[in-house]
């Protein structure tokens, strides 16, 4: 019998998978989809995100990020990351960087879903593999969560996500976050020729309208689009707990308030780390706890943020309040480092 099962193989389930490894664990991996999966995703790993790759052993190359910008209209404000910096990274490169290391490490890929699970006192058993544990991070819409009653309905109007690269020199290395009242729009630069622009909002209108909304960056955009759209949401996902018996939900799985700060990689490598270390140190009933913990500063500040955003009379004030108190920003960014 294995000691985890994980469920998932996006960069939450391949980190627990790794994590597991180096405590001399047994993991296996179940999967659906072929390495590497890309996925709508703003492609800026923070700071905290990239510590915990280079200590997983896990080597990724990418466009080196010296912080975060805010912009709207002639408003603008900036924070540099202290220490090390982030990364801008291809989606497709991150999970091929992540499913190597864990290859390397002999945890076993295995084609096909999850399914049904079913638990005894000390034994899980999903996808035909009886394990110790179950790791669930299969996602955003997580099948394990809802199979198992752990998610809270959902606002009927949550957020969505919709991403695109263009052929482009990046102009910054900032992560740049454009405002309008309409939502805003993610600058990432993941190459030295490639571009992505993540958009977020309330409304599922096109990449295109949305785009539309933000003409000064449409004005940097001169080389053709390199990718298709790849969309995301509902975005705000509210879970019970992370526990229930012998299932522990990492990642998106766990609950996802909203993309705003851009530390959905981080928290997923976090998250995943915090269930493992629970494991083997032999007290799992730890994990909730350490979840709130990690990700209590995110869900303050992105919550916040969030909030503001969301009122048309505070909207447009965030980055000329922003820009008129730099060191509240600059603590505000170094907090979600």
Same mark, same amino acid.
């Given at each position: 019998m294995i000691d985890v099962l994980v469920g998932g193989g996006g960069p939450a389930g391949l980190a627990a998978a790794i994590h597991a490894a180096l405590a001399g664990l047994e993991a296996v991996v179940v999967e659906p989809r072929t390495a590497p999966v890309d996925k709508a995703c703003g492609e800026g790993v923070m700071p905290g995100g990239v510590a915990a790759l280079r200590g997983l052993?896990?080597?990724?190359?990418?466009?080196?990020?010296?912080?975060?910008?805010?912009?709207?209209?002639?408003?603008?404000?900036?924070? =540099?990351?202290?220490? $090390?910096?982030?990364?801008?990274?291809?989606?497709?490169?991150?999970?091929?960087?992540?499913?190597?290391?864990? $290859?390397?490490? %002999?945890?076993?890929?295995?084609? %096909?879903?999850?399914?049904?699970?079913?638990?005894?006192?000390?034994?899980?058993?999903?996808?035909?593999?009886?394990?110790?544990?179950?790791?669930?991070?299969? %996602?955003?819409?997580?099948?394990?969560?809802?199979?198992?009653?752990?998610?809270?309905?959902?606002?009927?109007?949550?957020?969505?996500?919709?991403?695109?690269?263009?052929?482009?020199?990046?102009? =910054?290395?900032?992560?740049?976050?454009?405002?309008?009242?309409?939502?805003?729009?993610?600058v990432t630069p993941v190459g030295d020729d490639l571009v992505g622009v993540a958009v977020l909002s309330d409304s599922r209108r096109g990449y295109d309208d949305h785009l539309a909304g933000f003409p000064a960056l449409t004005a940097s955009l001169r080389g053709p689009a390199a990718?298709?759209?790849?969309?995301?949401?509902?975005?705000?996902?509210?879970?019970?707990?992370?526990?229930?018996?012998?299932?522990? $939900?990492?990642?998106?799985?766990?609950g996802y308030l909203d993309a705003l700060t851009g530390e959905g990689i981080a928290l997923a490598l976090a998250s995943a780390g915090a269930a493992v270390h629970c494991l083997a140190a032999g007290r799992p009933g730890a994990y909730e706890g350490a979840w709130v913990r990690l990700t209590r500063r995110h869900r303050l500040l992105t919550g916040a943020l969030l909030a503001a955003s969301r009122r048309p009379g505070t909207a447009r004030l965030i980055v000329p309040a922003a820009s008129r108190m730099p060191l509240l920003f600059s603590a505000a960014v170094h907090a979600l480092q």
């Open positions: 052993g896990v080597e990724v190359t990418g466009r080196a990020l010296r912080g975060i910008r805010y912009l709207d209209g002639d408003a603008r404000a900036e924070a =540099t990351f202290r220490g $090390l910096g982030g990364l801008g990274i291809r989606r497709t490169a991150l999970h091929s960087a992540l499913h190597e290391r864990a $290859l390397g490490l %002999g945890v076993r890929m295995l084609p %096909g879903k999850v399914g049904e699970v079913h638990q005894s006192a000390d034994t899980v058993t999903a996808a035909g593999i009886t394990a110790r544990w179950l790791i669930a991070a299969d %996602g955003l819409h997580s099948p394990v969560r809802r199979s198992l009653g752990l998610e809270l309905p959902g606002r009927p109007h949550g957020r969505y996500g919709l991403r695109r690269h263009y052929r482009a020199e990046p102009w =910054t290395d900032f992560v740049e976050v454009h405002w309008s009242r309409h939502g805003e729009a993610y990718t298709e759209v790849r969309g995301a949401g509902p975005l705000l996902q509210r879970v019970r707990r992370r526990i229930a018996g012998r299932v522990l $939900l990492v990642g998106d799985a766990a």
